[in-house]
């Protein structure tokens, strides 16, 4: 009988969202038209409380049968469902209630209807946008298709230019490896040519230095044969 006894609370929570949003929107209409809508603040605090406390014990009732085995997996998966989908609307309705969000932003949800069967009466569809007031859900389906189509062309441009932009950096690195392996080359041959005329100026002094022994070696040898001339040399 627990899960009976849930449906009739879930049944009466969904009647006190739409009580909310109806209260909601009349505080909102007095608020414009110069009226006192304290009392109705006043209510309205207690009723989304109280929303709250309902929806929390939806959850936790729903824990336990599903833990006793008290309704079956599928059962409770939907129901499951159910619950988080008030509390989407609690929240909703929230802020709501606080002005986070205007009367046309909710005005086509599920907020008060939820996954319920039957027509219910839907009063936050004041203050519609002219963009989509007097289109049909499908009308309004299609519209924001469309949105989304646009805007994953916009993000497909995106991608095409960060692409390239990725490529030409790639193309530029790359380039830049090339620079730096010409670098390293030319750094090498100077190496190499530094080398070689050091080899060749060791080579220049060795050079130097054996023609210098060479002359001071045939001065001498001059020396001597001037010396021997001169002692053979016949005096008169």
């Not at 830049?176 to 030319?186: C, H, M, S």
């Amino acid at each position: 009988m627990s899960h009976d006894l849930w449906s009739q609370n879930y049944d009466a929570t969904c009647r006190l969202t739409q009580e909310i949003a109806e209260n909601t929107h009349e505080r909102n209409r007095q608020q414009r038209t110069g009226g006192n809508p304290a009392k109705l603040n006043m209510t309205l605090r207690a009723s989304l409380q109280k929303l709250k406390q309902n929806v929390a014990q939806l959850r936790e009732n729903l824990m336990r049968d599903s833990a006793q085995r008290h309704i079956m997996q599928a059962e409770a998966d939907r129901r499951q469902n159910l619950v988080d989908d008030l509390s989407t609307r609690e929240k909703r309705l929230h802020a709501f209630f606080k002005g986070d969000i205007t009367e046309a932003e909710p005005s086509r949800s599920t907020l008060m209807t939820g996954n319920r069967a039957g027509p219910t009466m839907n009063p936050w569809v004041v203050n519609e946008t002219e963009e989509t007031r007097g289109l049909s859900f499908g009308e309004m389906k299609q519209q924001q298709q469309q949105i989304v189509e646009a805007q994953d062309a916009g993000l497909d441009a995106l991608a095409a230019v960060i692409s390239r932009q990725k490529q030409m950096g790639q193309e530029i690195g790359n380039e830049l490896d090339e620079q730096n392996e010409i670098i390293d080359d030319l750094t090498q041959l100077v190496d190499k040519t530094d080398s070689r005329i050091k080899n060749e100026t060791d080579k220049v002094k060795l050079v130097e230095t054996k023609s210098a022994s060479c002359g001071m070696l045939v001065v001498i040898v001059l020396l001597l044969i001037a010396i021997i001339v001169v002692a053979v040399w016949p005096t008169g």
